[in-house]
Every structure is written in C-alpha cells, then in structure tokens.
C-alpha cells in the first residue's frame, strides 16, 4: 500500500499528498494518469512488479470530492 501511495502523484482514497491539492485544500485526483486498481506482486530480493487493471465507469462519471 505505502509503495501504491508513492508511486501515484495524485491524492486519492486513503492518502493524501500536499502538492496535489487543489486551492481550497481538497484533495486532487489524476484520473488521466491514475484511473486504475493496482496491486503490486512481490517477485524477490526487494524486486516488485506493478499490475493494473483499468477502471471504466458506465454508469456514473467519476468527480472531484469537495466538503466545503
């Protein structure tokens, strides 16, 4: 999980990073470069390999979250 947070420069879902916000101080998604489910395979010797599989909305459109 903490490899998936690095790797993505986005803030999404569990965590949060301050050079992606927006002004208000929301977090700001990516989905250009970031709209899949990862999981990372374990291969040895500190070596991990990145799987994904693409998420495609039919019916709703996914949105940038605001509590304000």
């Known amino acids: 999980m903490c490899k998936d947070a690095l790797e ?3 803030s999404c879902g569990g965590h949060f990073r301050e050079e992606s916000q927006t002004e208000d101080g929301e977090a700001l998604r990516n989905d250009e470069e970031f ?10 010797e500190s070596s991990w390999e990145l799987e994904k599989e ?6 709703i459109k996914p949105s940038q ?3 304000k």
């Open 65 to 67: 979250r605001n509590y």
């Open 35 to 44: 709209m899949y489910v990862a999981a990372w395979k374990y291969n040895g």
């Open 54 to 59: 693409p998420l495609n909305y039919e019916v």
């Open 8 to 10: 993505r420069k986005e």
